[in-house]
């Protein structure tokens, strides 16, 4: 059983086209797995693709991001680019996932109120994202996978939608909401999944989810290139780096890191099926 599994990564994007080979191996070195998220089909099919050049270790998750249904400029802190707006089309998504055996969820997909396009109605945005949703969770379903879901600023719709439309496995990926939400989707049967931000968010909130919530309910995840953690903050992420979110969560708990590595990852294994 490797240390750690990094639930979600991006290795399969821009950032990493010159080196993510190596960017693996220095992960497998450290006992890390990982599981690339793709966030369009592109990047699903590029995600595939990478999982399958190693026999052991590396995962695909497939999906469509929100930010990718319409065509608009998304640029944050950490990242810019042009969304060119992609249409989810469950049948090509579908055959990804049959593709390969080591397509392990669907995702990321789900509700982002965050980053919205301009010039559209944000009714007619909130109605599309939640509509493609259940379309992912039909999808997800119909292939026997668990869900990976992306959601931000929209934590109590998300929860209605699941709790209305969907009974099966899943994981609320890079969980920034408070430990009541948190509650609500665990007693759904949901994972909480957690990553760098925990190294550095000075607002408490973290902190207090980590202290309330059950390892057995806890995945570690990086989301790389994205929120890397402290010591590594404005660099670029990876999944070598989940030992830092792991060591934050342990001080906070109280208890040793390789009791938040066993259980996360004897977790993540089971609900992934790796």
């Not at 750690?4 to 994007?13: E, G, V």
């Not at 919205?116 to 949703?133: R, S, W």
């Not at 996978?145 to 931000?152: A, D, E, G, L, T």
Request: net charge negative.
């Amino acid at each position: 059983m490797p240390k750690f599994i990094d639930t979600h990564t991006h290795l399969n994007f821009q950032a990493f086209r010159d080196d993510y080979g190596q960017t693996i191996d220095r992960a497998l070195e450290e006992d890390v797995w990982m599981i690339n998220a793709g966030t369009q089909f592109d990047t699903s099919r590029r995600a595939v693709e990478i999982a399958e050049e190693h026999s052991d270790g590396v995962y695909a998750a497939v999906g469509l991001h929100p930010i990718h249904l319409f065509e608009h400029h998304v640029d944050e802190e950490e990242t810019s680019f042009n969304a060119r707006g992609e249409e989810f089309n469950i049948d090509s998504y579908k055959e990804l996932v049959l593709r390969s055996t080591k397509v392990v969820a669907i995702g990321e997909f789900g509700l982002d109120y965050f980053r919205m396009p301009k010039g559209v109605d944000p009714k007619t945005v909130h109605g599309i994202q939640q509509e493609i949703t259940k379309q992912h969770l039909f999808l997800a379903k119909s292939v026997d996978k668990p869900v990976m879901i992306h959601c931000r600023d929209a934590y109590d719709e998300l929860y209605e939608l699941l709790k209305e439309n969907y009974t099966g496995p899943g994981e609320i990926h890079c969980f920034t909401g408070t430990w009541e939400q948190a509650k609500k989707f665990i007693d759904l049967g949901f994972y909480i999944a957690l990553n760098g931000i925990v190294t550095f968010d000075k607002t408490g909130r973290s902190e207090n989810v980590v202290k309330n919530l059950p390892l057995e309910f806890m995945i570690l995840e990086t989301d790389a290139p994205y929120l890397a953690p402290e010591p590594h903050r404005g660099k670029r992420n990876e999944p070598s780096y989940i030992k830092y979110t792991a060591a934050k969560i342990a001080e906070w708990k109280g208890i040793a890191v390789d009791e938040v590595a066993h259980q996360t990852t004897k977790n993540a294994r089971r609900f992934y099926h790796i």
